[in-house]
């Protein structure tokens, strides 16, 4: 590839991105994972599953079942009740929209690129 060729796939690549930052579903998902980013309750059910999930470790180390199956089930619970906050679930389904547009990009691109391949071969 030589250089005019390299500064004009910059500049699309750039022009892209641009076009990317300005896009509703994209500006969606990062306002939405700015919001599960800065949230004390899902960072405090996070913590609160690391821990359970340690104890859990620890009494499995040292051999008590009953402890280890009660923490499990408590890491269990705390893991539902995460999955079903109306902010993660948003999250969640707005990261899908984004990845499906991004899928969508590359594979259009991809296209390009092969048929321009094609076409010089």
């Known amino acids: 590839m030589n250089l005019a060729n390299e500064a004009a796939v910059e500049a699309a690549l750039a022009h892209l991105t641009a076009l990317l ?3 509703e579903t994209i500006i969606r998902y990062q306002q939405l994972q ?9 960072k405090e059910l996070e913590e609160d599953i690391q821990k359970s999930q340690k ?11 009953e402890a280890e199956k ?10 539902k009740e995460l999955n079903q906050h109306p902010l993660v679930t948003a ?9 499906d ?7 259009m691109i991809q296209k390009e ?4 391949l094609e076409t010089d071969a």
């Open 34 to 42: 700015k919001r599960v980013d800065e949230n004390n309750t899902l």
């Open 91 to 99: 999250y969640r389904e707005q990261l899908i929209e984004a990845n």
């Open 70 to 79: 009660a923490a499990l089930k408590e890491a269990d619970r705390l893991t």
């Open 101 to 107: 547009l991004l899928q969508y990009l590359t594979t």
């Open 113 to 116: 690129v092969n048929d321009a």
């Open 21 to 23: 930052s300005e896009n």
């Open 55 to 65: 104890t859990a470790v620890q009494f499995a180390h040292y051999d008590k079942p």
